[in-house]
């Protein structure tokens, strides 16, 4: 018979090797005695399982339980076979046989196999998945239900291959899922997962990694060991997590098969890895006392517990009588108080000498602790019970069917005397009932509703291992609540810190993941985000870009708002250009005034007083019209700044031309018999200043009508702000006011040049010929510098230009007159003004 190492719990099994083959054989009516009982004993020479008796003895009082209840099946009586499988497929097979075909090896007992059907319509076991699912397809053709109290392979759940199968233990699926979301959780990207070879572990590490894939959770590594383990099998597994940097390991495997690995951690001092158990050694006590310096920590699921009202009492009723004819429990007694009885059937001394003194019959088990007798942790025992009572209630649910409304052909109803297997596991299926409270109920695949307890490996004061309960997993509570940790519970093996274990630090806000290629997507770089992008959380995958009022600040994880920047009259430039604009219009009202003072000198007069004046007035606004480009435009103040700059300077240069023109027509009337003058007086000289203007405010106002300039919030030059500036709105529009200014300037400078050679001593025309030329200059380089330079400095360029081709105006035109005025008055004579120089 194959019994296990002890162990203080009932949630880890070693191997997972005990199968209760439970047989509902000759389900009679309440008149019987009692349950017929057979008792088949295949020995194996391994170990023996204190806790696999305890199951046994759950099964056995669940069965009396129900048999002594009045609601419950009160008119039929349970009986039962059990049988050891050796956790070995041919044992398991050679067993299972046996308990359906009614026909066990040394037995004398009536079995239900004479009355046509089988011994055992239903069998609960295997605890081990791959021992289930080779006596599934052996008993596929038997149509005969097994239901599992221990077996958690997602494998299992697929209806089309196991159709007869159902199990009080969850699947798998689901621990994965809560492990999946642990590691999550706990914020554990990188981390190695191993598991031995088996059905149990391929299945439930390949869920794990489709699972975890989903929150960018990458395995580290992925290794089976064999389940027997050699020395080199052991040094290989070390090695390869010492030399890994995933510092969190999940393992997959029963606690026997994880003794080896842990003795050789244990040698080497290796106490920097946070395990996660998986719920076959969750609560594996029987590894704390040897490894606790290397498990303090651990952490893992584990089937829910529950407290089971009379058990303890049930399972210490044990006495030495009871060990006749009863080969477990006579092994039991003789490995518990290391004994031998007369006329025992046991050949087995595990772990101990052959040859063992007698039994005196005095022994107490209330005198020893035994994993048998520990009620603590009630977990697979748990499972065991709901799987009996699964079965009575879908026999309750079979004898309370009405012939005529039954679910089967012609509606018949099973016949709970004489039990079709087949037709039991339709009840099973659809099996609910409540349980020491809990609402126990299957989905289409033969799985219960999944509840988990997080476990967590402490440390008491005494030294022993207490199992802490720091979370949950419901399944029921749906995605979003099915998972609870309770994280300052949580003992780590390092301190109270939570160890780091992920192939590259999470990127802190503004990066974002770089993949690095050939590597797993956990292993990255932390890219820093361009400019004018963001990301405000940690591991953003994609850096999003900041609107257009916005730009990303020196950290890149927020977007605040761009400095918007204009020509201002405090800063520096703004404040320069003012007095170089105010200067130059008060240094035009001063040269009007001296003008005024000297109206009626002759080289005032000689010079068009009335168009002098004009023109002084128009370029006091000209200077003047270049403080409107500093400031915060807006879109009135930007129509405002474009239309008085080119109406004014049209009149300037409306006057210059007029006055280019009276030079050269007053030359012409000295001729003998020219009454040109009479056909330019004053009158047409104020005319064809009006009709020049009036043509350039023509055009500002279909400017104005069509596409008016406007305040703009220009980001094309400078990113990372908002240059608010005057766009022109329409460009042509733009260009022809300045167009027509430099028509009217090439006009004047024609004019002039035609006239610089007049015999006059002071010709006004040279002086509007070499002005002109300065207007010219300075336009001309204005326009490519306009186009190339960007935000304010664009409109330092507007006002550089004006107040440069005014000053050039005023310099060229009148300074020498000034200069005459007030420096060189014996000059200012009509004799000289008139004469050749």
């Known amino acids: ?251 997959f495997s029963g606690e026997s098969q994880v003794q080896p690995i842990f003795n050789e951690f244990k040698r080497q001092n290796i106490t920097d890895i946070q395990w996660i158990a998986s719920e076959a050694w969750a609560t594996a006590q029987s590894l704390w006392s040897e490894f606790k310096d290397v498990l303090i920590g651990t952490i ?146 033969g799985d219960p509703i999944a509840s988990y307890d997080l476990m967590n490996w402490h440390e008491g004061a005494d030294g022993s291992l207490q199992l802490v309960k720091v979370g949950y997993y419901d399944a029921s509570l749906g995605s979003e609540n099915e998972l609870v940790i309770n994280e300052s519970a949580i003992r780590w093996h390092r301190g109270q810190q939570a160890p780091n274990s992920v192939c590259t630090d999470s990127c802190s806000p503004g990066t974002r993941k770089a993949t690095r290629k050939g590597e797993p997507v956990c292993c990255f770089d932390c890219v820093p985000c361009a400019d004018g992008e963001i990301s405000n959380k940690t591991d953003s995958l994609d850096c999003s870009r900041c609107s257009l009022d916005t730009w990303s600040n020196q950290a890149r994880d927020q977007c605040i708002p761009k400095d918007v920047e204009f020509l201002s009259y405090y800063e520096s430039m703004g404040i320069i250009l003012t007095v170089v604009s105010v200067f130059g219009a008060c240094s035009t009202a001063a040269v009007s005034g001296v003008f005024i003072i000297f109206r009626n000198t002759p080289i005032v007069r000689a010079n068009n007083r009335e168009l002098s004046f004009l023109l002084l007035l128009f370029l006091i606004l000209c200077f003047l019209i270049a403080l409107t480009f500093i400031g915060e435009p807006t879109d009135w103040f930007c129509m405002i700044r474009y239309t008085a700059f080119g109406v004014s300077f049209a009149l300037c240069i409306s006057c210059i031309l007029a006055k280019t023109v009276v030079v050269l027509i007053a030359f012409r009337a000295t001729l003998p018999g020219s009454d040109i003058m009479k056909w330019f007086g004053r009158a047409q000289q104020r005319a064809s200043v009006f009709v020049c203007t009036s043509v350039q405010i023509i055009i500002c106002i279909v400017w104005l009508t069509t596409s008016p300039p406007y305040a703009e919030h220009n980001t094309r030059y400078q990113s990372a702000k908002i240059i608010l500036e005057c766009a022109v709105g329409s460009a042509l529009g733009f260009w022809c006011v300045l167009g027509y200014i430099g028509l009217l300037a090439c006009m004047c400078f024609v004019i002039a040049f035609l006239a610089r050679n007049l015999p006059d001593n002071f010709n006004e025309a040279k002086l509007i010929t070499f002005s002109m030329l300065i207007f010219f200059a300075v336009w001309i380089t204005f326009i490519p510098t306009y186009v190339s330079t960007p935000g304010k400095y664009t409109v330092a360029v507007q006002i550089f230009a004006i107040l440069a081709s005014t000053f050039g105006l005023l310099l060229c035109i009148f300074v020498p007159k000034c200069y005459v005025i007030l420096l060189k008055p014996e000059k200012n004579k009509k004799i000289i003004i008139n004469g050749k120089w």
């Not at 006749?324 to 025992?344: H, M, Q, R, V, Y």
């Not at 009572?389 to 409304?405: E, K, P, Q, R």
Request: glycine residues 6%; proline residues 5%.
């Open 300 to 445: 893992g699921f584990a089937i829910r517990k529950a407290d089971i009202p009379g058990l303890k009492a049930f399972l210490g009723r044990l006495r030495l009588s009871d060990a006749d004819g009863f080969p477990f429990i006579a092994e039991f007694w003789e490995e518990t108080f290391d004994c031998k009885l007369n006329g025992s059937r046991n050949t087995h001394a595990h772990g101990g000498a052959v040859s063992r003194k007698p039994c005196t019959g005095l022994e107490s088990l209330e005198e020893v602790l035994s994993p048998y007798s520990d009620v603590s942790q009630l977990r697979v025992s748990y499972n065991v019970y709901k799987a009996v009572y699964l079965i009575a209630h879908a026999l309750h649910d079979m004898s309370a069917c009405v012939s005529g409304n039954g679910p089967f052909t012609n509606e018949t109803c099973g016949d709970v005397k004489r039990v079709v297997p087949w037709q039991l596991l339709h009840y099973m299926k659809r099996v609910s009932f409540s349980a020491l409270g809990e609402e126990v109920r299957f989905d289409e695949n």
């Open 1 to 251: 018979m194959h019994w296990e190492k002890p162990s203080n719990n009932d949630v880890s099994i070693s191997q997972k090797s005990w199968q209760l083959k439970v047989s509902l054989q000759c389900a009679v009516s309440a008149k019987t005695l009692g349950p017929n009982l057979s008792i088949l004993t295949s020995f194996c020479p391994f170990s023996f399982s204190p806790r696999a008796l305890r199951w046994m003895q759950t099964m056995i009082f669940a069965i009396q339980e129900i048999n002594n209840r009045q609601d419950l099946l009160p008119d039929v009586k349970l009986g039962y076979q059990i049988m050891d499988s050796c956790d070995d497929i041919p044992v398991s097979l050679r067993s299972s046989l046996v308990l359906v075909n009614g026909q066990p090896v040394q037995s004398t007992n009536y079995t239900c196999a004479a009355a046509g059907r089988p011994a055992s319509p239903v069998i609960i076991g295997d605890a081990a998945s791959g021992v289930s699912i080779a006596a599934l397809r052996t008993l596929g053709s038997f149509r005969i239900p097994l239901v599992s109290y221990f077996a958690s392979c997602s494998c299992l759940s697929n209806n089309k291959e196991f159709p007869t199968f159902m199990r009080t233990m969850p699947s798998d699926a689901f621990q994965i899922k809560a492990i999946a979301k642990l590691v999550h959780q706990l914020k554990w990207t990188w981390v190695g997962v191993i598991g031995a070879e088996s059905d149990y572990a391929r299945f439930a590490i390949q869920l794990f990694i489709q699972e975890s894939s989903k929150f960018n959770v990458c395995a580290a590594y992925i290794h089976f060991y064999p389940v027997v383990l050699n020395k080199e099998d052991i040094i290989e597994v070390t090695n390869l997590i010492k030399r890994s940097s995933a510092k969190v390991v999940l393992n």
